[in-house]
């Protein structure tokens, strides 16, 4: 009850704060054809001081003062009944806005009485937090992990727990932090270390930074066999160019994947695509294919995109030693687009453009390829 009355009362104060100017307004304005009048009058006073002075005749002064006179009549005439039209519609202009003014608090108190809930009682950030977890959603899970932690910080547990689920939110800093302070007080294990290389790599945009490989080391250091660090290594070898060594690495991973590893497919779709490519001839590039990313169907979204990313790395830089290649370059702006790196994409269009001469009908092909994938930037060559 006293809600609805504090409800009344409000939309009453709102409601008069907006109806009470409408209706004492006034014309306050003086209408245009009064200063004419002044003028036409201050003629004729005019005419009657030359007439006084004799400047003027006497049959000069009454025409003039005829005609001064019309004009005014004709002037005040027009004026009332200009002045009697806006006040008709000025009248239905306030009492539209003010039918208006007491319609919306009449129709929403309607709508909100039938769909709203107006018995149901405040719920306080602390009394969510305390509700049954099977009960809760993620955020409502996630608060109160936080508001944990906050009153005990050296909970390694809840650290550990929260980590990953920051991972999942697509928290990467906040999931780093989680991590370190997991490693911190419960210490360092294989998971906790490729964990926190996760997180590191997601904060760089999908690149294995300095920090990423010293954690995947680690992981390693601990389990010689841990598949996503040693997974994560190889990604960071062809990043920076070592496409050879990455290869080596994955073979030296499938040598150890176990028969029912979901990491197989992938890692052999991946070496057999790079011998393949390397027994053509020197200018043969290698990329990902659609198929290549329908092989990785069994791992996780960033595992998938690691081991394309490989691809790709590898392509670039056989392209970068042997450029003259209209097909690699074709594929390597297709690969570019299925990450979802327009800018890279971008990039490798003028990179092949140039290398194949901007004139050459290889390189209109290859514009023509890559506004077809949805490059843009080059589509008016």
């Given at each position: 009850?006293?809600?609805?009355?504090?409800l009344?009362?409000?939309t009453v104060?709102a409601?008069?704060?907006?109806?009470l100017?409408l209706a004492?307004?006034r014309?306050?304005?003086?209408?245009?054809s009064?200063?004419?009048?002044?003028?036409y009058?201050?003629?004729?006073?005019?005419?009657e001081?030359d007439?006084?002075?004799?400047?003027?005749?006497?049959?000069?002064?009454?025409?003039?003062?005829?005609?001064?006179?019309?004009?005014?009549?004709?002037?005040?005439?027009?004026?009332?009944?200009?002045?009697?039209?806006?006040?008709?519609?000025?009248?239905?202009?306030?009492?539209?806005?003010?039918?208006?003014?007491?319609?919306?608090p009449?129709l929403?108190?309607?709508?909100?009485?039938?769909?709203g809930?107006?018995?149901?009682?405040?719920q306080?950030?602390?009394?969510?937090?305390?509700?049954?977890?099977?009960?809760?959603?993620?955020?409502?899970l996630v608060?109160?992990?936080?508001?944990?932690?906050?009153a005990?910080?050296?909970?390694?547990?809840g650290?550990?727990?929260?980590?990953p689920i920051?991972?999942?939110l697509?928290?990467?800093?906040?999931?780093?932090?989680a991590?370190?302070?997991?490693?911190?007080?419960?210490?360092?294990?294989?998971?906790?270390?490729?964990?926190?290389g996760?997180a590191?790599?997601?904060?760089a945009?999908g690149?294995?930074?300095a920090?990423?490989?010293d954690?995947?080391?680690?992981a390693?250091?601990?389990?010689?066999?841990?598949?996503k660090?040693?997974f994560?290594?190889a990604?960071?070898?062809a990043?920076e160019?070592?496409?050879?060594e990455?290869?080596?690495?994955?073979?030296?991973?499938?040598?150890?994947?176990?028969e029912?590893?979901?990491?197989?497919?992938v890692?052999e779709?991946?070496?057999?695509?790079?011998?393949?490519?390397?027994?053509?001839?020197?200018?043969?590039?290698?990329?990902?294919t659609r198929?290549?990313?329908?092989?990785?169907?069994?791992?996780?979204?960033?595992?998938?995109?690691?081991?394309?990313?490989?691809?790709?790395a590898?392509?670039?830089?056989r392209?970068?030693e042997?450029?003259?290649?209209?097909?690699?370059?074709?594929?390597l702006?297709?690969?570019?687009?299925?990450?979802?790196?327009?800018?890279?994409?971008?990039?490798?269009?003028?990179?092949?453009?140039?290398?194949?001469?901007?004139?050459?009908?290889?390189?209109?092909?290859?514009?023509?390829?890559?506004?077809?994938?949805?490059?843009?930037?080059?589509?008016?060559?």
């Amino acid at each position: 009850m006293v809600f609805w009355i504090v409800l009344g009362l409000l939309t009453v104060i709102a409601s008069l704060a907006v109806i009470l100017p409408l209706a004492g307004r006034r014309e306050e304005a003086a209408s245009a054809s009064v200063h004419d009048i002044e003028v036409y009058r201050d003629q004729l006073a005019e005419v009657e001081r030359d007439a006084e002075r004799g400047l003027i005749g006497k049959q000069e002064a009454e025409q003039a003062r005829a005609e001064i006179g019309r004009r005014i009549l004709k002037l005040d005439g027009a004026d009332k009944n200009s002045s009697e039209q806006r006040r008709g519609e000025s009248a239905f202009a306030r009492g539209l806005a003010m039918a208006g003014v007491l319609a919306v608090p009449l129709l929403s108190w309607g709508i909100y009485n039938s769909i709203g809930s107006p018995e149901l009682p405040g719920q306080p950030l602390a009394e969510r937090l305390a509700k049954n977890p099977g009960e809760s959603s993620i955020d409502e899970l996630v608060a109160r992990a936080e508001a944990h932690l906050r009153a005990n910080p050296e909970d390694g547990r809840g650290w550990d727990v929260l980590a990953p689920i920051y991972a999942r939110l697509e928290r990467p800093a906040e999931a780093a932090t989680a991590y370190r302070n997991a490693i911190r007080l419960l210490g360092p294990s294989a998971a906790r270390e490729t964990g926190l290389g996760e997180a590191l790599m997601m904060s760089a945009g999908g690149v294995v930074p300095a920090d990423a490989v010293d954690a995947f080391q680690r992981a390693l250091d601990i389990d010689g066999k841990d598949p996503k660090a040693r997974f994560y290594l190889a990604t960071a070898l062809a990043q920076e160019g070592r496409i050879a060594e990455a290869a080596d690495a994955l073979r030296a991973m499938l040598a150890d994947l176990p028969e029912t590893s979901p990491w197989r497919g992938v890692v052999e779709q991946t070496i057999a695509r790079a011998e393949e490519e390397a027994s053509r001839s020197s200018t043969a590039q290698a990329g990902p294919t659609r198929e290549d990313v329908e092989a990785a169907s069994g791992m996780s979204a960033e595992d998938r995109s690691a081991m394309i990313e490989i691809m790709v790395a590898q392509l670039d830089e056989r392209l970068r030693e042997n450029p003259d290649d209209p097909e690699g370059w074709q594929r390597l702006v297709r690969s570019y687009m299925v990450l979802g790196k327009a800018e890279e994409a971008r990039d490798a269009l003028t990179r092949g453009v140039a290398a194949l001469g901007e004139d050459s009908g290889a390189a209109r092909e290859l514009v023509a390829f890559a506004a077809e994938q949805g490059v843009k930037g080059m589509e008016e060559r």
